[in-house]
């Protein structure tokens, strides 16, 4: 069996300083690649065709979904795989790319993969998943003017591959920009645009104008299951700034009328505890934490520390106040298992746990 081709595109501008780390982090993974230039004024293109790029100039119009589908209408091969320009695959992901390139069914339509956006250390610590690979004559579109996402149907294949974001600076303003034209011409946001257009307004510190955007959000009719559990832990991030501690809990509980409990939710209502000073709560809150499972099939945002070591931390801390030395060290050797066991943290923990275990044992 041939295997099949792959296209990678891009929309830029002034991208110059990360351009090449992304392109030189993709390999030879790709058999073209197409960059659609959006209006740049530094060496984006020429860095491009440094690389074997064909660059193409596309007139910006505030619409990210235009200047996507026209980069996918330039591809020639099979499959095509997309990026920005502040994206970059690791080496030890890039493998993986190549396995599954090596390996992919032709009757596979789209492809998921994970996004990671945080880290703690080298580890990925939040991440998502997006649709990164589709197959071209399926002629899937992009959808959105902002926060725009693909299409698809068919057969999906979600796959162990990953792509990190790395950004160094962004237009911090352009999507609040684009998302407040739209509203000033009259424009009702539909689901999708009001959960991003109260994000947008929380990182600009806008919080109490982004409070009754994601209360609309959570009242509109056939939801995402998983956008409205991130909304009801936005708005409980909202809450907390503003001061209002029951409030964040109650948005922390409001997600369990969606689904089955989740760590992350877990870990919110024993830091919340823990923050009240009821050990005992926060103690089952971290101990259910570690026995949630995610759902088949699952496509939202991730926070990694709450299923991995994070809960095993906070147990640590409790029982450690408990007086239960010896169960705190074990939750310790717990969170080792994820973080390692030469992690600053643990071995602070190791440290002060073992000389606590031998006074009591010596006493």
């Not at 104008?209 to 009719?221: I, N, V």
């Amino acid at each position: 069996m041939r295997m099949a081709t792959w296209s990678l595109c891009m929309i830029v501008r002034n991208e110059e300083d990360t351009l090449p780390r992304c392109l030189a982090s993709v390999g030879d993974l790709a058999d073209e690649i197409i960059v659609v230039d959006t209006g740049s004024t530094d060496r984006t293109s020429e860095v491009a065709r440094s690389f074997g790029a064909h660059v193409h100039p596309f007139t910006w119009r505030d619409d990210f979904s235009a200047a996507r589908n026209y980069a996918f209408s330039l591809a020639t091969a099979d499959y095509i795989l997309w990026l920005d320009a502040d994206d970059v695959i690791r080496a030890e992901d890039l493998s993986t790319w190549k396995a599954l390139k090596a390996s992919l069914d032709p009757g596979v339509d789209a492809v998921t993969a994970w996004y990671h956006l945080a880290f703690y250390g080298d580890e990925p610590s939040y991440s998502s998943r997006l649709v990164r690979l589709v197959r071209r004559t399926a002629g899937f579109l992009w959808r959105g003017q902002v926060h725009e996402y693909l299409e698809v149907r068919g057969n999906v294949l979600h796959a162990d591959a990953a792509v990190c974001h790395r950004p160094v600076r962004r237009d911090a303003d352009r999507n609040l920009r684009i998302y407040e034209a739209r509203i000033r011409a009259g424009e009702l946001l539909g689901p999708r645009d009001t959960l991003y257009y109260a994000n947008e307004l929380v990182d600009h510190g806008r919080i109490v104008e982004a409070m009754p955007q994601y209360e609309a959000f959570l009242k509109m009719p056939d939801i995402w299951k998983e956008d409205a559990i991130f909304a009801c832990y936005r708005l409980a991030d909202c809450h907390l700034r503003l001061g209002q501690q029951e409030e964040a809990r109650m948005a922390v509980l409001r997600s369990f009328l969606y689904d089955a409990p989740r760590s992350e939710a877990c870990c919110r209502l024993g830091h919340a505890a823990l923050e009240q000073g009821d050990l005992e709560a926060a103690l089952s809150w971290y101990r259910l934490a570690i026995l949630c499972r995610r759902p088949p099939g699952f496509l939202g945002f991730l926070n990694r520390a709450c299923e991995t070591w994070l809960p095993h931390i906070q147990l640590c801390v409790i029982l450690a106040r408990l007086g239960r030395i010896r169960e705190a060290y074990e939750q310790n050797e717990w969170a080792a298992k994820f973080l390692g066991s030469e992690d600053p943290m643990i071995l602070h923990n190791r440290t002060q746990l073992a000389a606590m275990l031998q006074a009591s044992e010596g006493a």
